[in-house]
């Protein structure tokens, strides 16, 4: 867990600039609603009533904070354009998890967990070790599987009521930030009119947070779900040649965006902690490609710099990269990289799979499989002599395509000599 402060949190997910001009505009836009005890929860021992208080009266809080907006008290961004759904009525995920609340934008055509955009979990008060160690796997939970669900996620924000305390979780691959809001209910058993200043910047705080769009609070592009039409924006980058060079994701063309259509998730196991790759068939240039995501430690090379340096080598044997970048140059210590590359075809395994159902004879098999070891064999060879090393060869990341054979997958590669300092620096830009 990494404690922030509310402003040291929100530069780190830029969103400082905008926070700042929000809060000059706010003024004393809450103070009124601040001013309500009954926001707050009635007194009792249950903790299953409390917690379905405390849901209770953040969805009134959220209803009248809507009607301050629709008063002209606030700048007319400010309106929540998401549906809040009661996570506890229906489960949107097919493990059955059921958070309290779930934030969907008002036109999502499929209410499910890949197309939830912010969750919200109340919990009774108690010691806060206590509540945390009891709570916190609960809610990270939720967190992983809305994260496997929506792979081009930048991190998953969660609300966390704990009694009248409110705080942001933010979800990344490695870690979660945690900042609280502060109280943004009254204790109807203890109100006290002096503490409605400080719930009033708190839901000042949580106003901020709830109508952000998508795209800047958490997602890449502004619609989850499969499939989609995305660009690659690459306006601010002079040098279209270069492998591994920043780039935005989008969802609308300019005049510099690259297309991709016809993009679908290649389903498979993902562990979204360590490095994870989501892979998807998508159509490039009218060519079939795979276009990879993958989250990987900033410590590490980006694969495209990988494949640049393998290619200026003349090294054998690896797809043809069309474009590569990094989209999130550091969230958590990950950065987010993606490559467009040449559909290899299936895994080898696969291919001799293939051979024997349609009854080759086992002498062609064979002399296939022999092939394959002398190909792959060579080429390692040639990555050696351009001093990378593969590091995780296995039938996996060895693919056929007609007659052609492939090593894929370079993303734990390294470099057995040390570079040259010139050599470092061009990599580490790249």
């Known amino acids: 867990m990494d404690k922030q402060e509310f402003l040291g ?3 780190k997910l830029d969103l400082g600039n905008k926070y700042s001009a929000y809060y000059t505009q706010a003024g004393g836009a809450f103070l009124n609603i601040a001013e309500l005890p009954v926001l707050g929860p009635a007194s009792s ?8 208080v405390y849901v209770a009266a953040f969805k009134v809080m959220l209803t009248k904070l809507a009607d301050t907006i629709k008063e002209g008290l606030m700048p007319e961004d400010s309106k929540l354009s998401f549906l809040v759904l009661n996570g506890q009525a229906k489960s949107y995920c097919p493990q059955d998890l059921r958070p309290d609340l779930l934030f969907f934008e008002q036109n999502t055509k499929k209410l499910r967990f890949a197309t939830a955009h912010i969750l ?3 919990k009774r008060q108690m010691d806060e070790e206590e509540a945390y160690s009891e709570h916190l796997g609960q809610v990270a939970q939720y967190a992983f599987t809305l994260k496997t669900a929506q792979p081009m996620r930048r991190y998953i924000p969660v609300f966390f009521l704990y009694g009248c305390q409110l705080n942001l979780l933010v979800f990344t691959n490695s870690r ?17 009119p002096v503490r409605t200043n400080l719930v009033s910047k708190s839901l000042q705080r949580l106003w901020f947070l709830s109508p952000l769009p998508p795209r800047e609070f958490g997602h890449l592009v502004p619609t989850p779900g499969i499939p989609w039409e995305l660009y690659i924006n690459n306006t601010e980058i002079s040098d279209t040649s270069s492998y591994a060079r920043p780039a935005i994701l989008t969802d609308e063309s300019t005049a510099t965006s690259r297309r991709l259509t016809n993009v679908k998730l290649i389903g498979k196991k993902v562990n979204i902690i360590g490095r994870c790759t989501f892979l998807f068939t998508a159509t490039y240039n009218n060519m079939a490609v795979v276009f990879r995501m993958t989250w990987i430690r900033t410590n590490r090379l980006p694969e495209g710099a990988i494949y640049k340096i393998l290619m200026d080598n003349g090294v054998p044997n690896i797809p043809t990269i069309y474009d590569s970048g990094v989209v999130v140059t550091d969230i958590g210590d990950y950065r987010l990289e993606y490559l467009i590359m040449e559909h290899c075809g299936t895994p080898i395994v696969e291919h ?13 098999v064979a002399k296939f499989a022999r092939d394959c070891v002398s190909t792959v064999t060579k080429m390692l060879a ?11 060869v296995s039938p996996g990341n060895i693919a056929v395509k007609g007659n052609r054979i492939f090593v894929i997958n370079w ?16 990599i580490t830009l790249r």
């Not at 930030?177 to 209910?185: A, D």
């Not at 001799?352 to 062609?364: D, E, V």
């Not at 001093?387 to 995780?392: A, I, M, N, P, S």
């Open 9 to 11: 949190l929100m530069e």
């Open 45 to 52: 021992s249950s903790t299953s009533i409390l917690e379905r």
């Open 120 to 122: 919200f979990e109340a």
């Open 176 to 192: 979660y930030f945690k900042t609280n809001i502060r109280s943004v209910l009254h204790d109807n058993a203890d109100f006290k």
């Open 352 to 364: 001799i799979l293939q051979m024997r159902t349609n009854n080759k004879p086992a002498s062609k």
């Open 382 to 392: 040639a990555a050696l002599c351009a001093k990378v090393l593969h590091r995780d």
């Open 411 to 426: 993303g734990c590669a390294k470099f057995v000599d040390p570079p040259t300092p010139e050599q470092a620096a061009d």
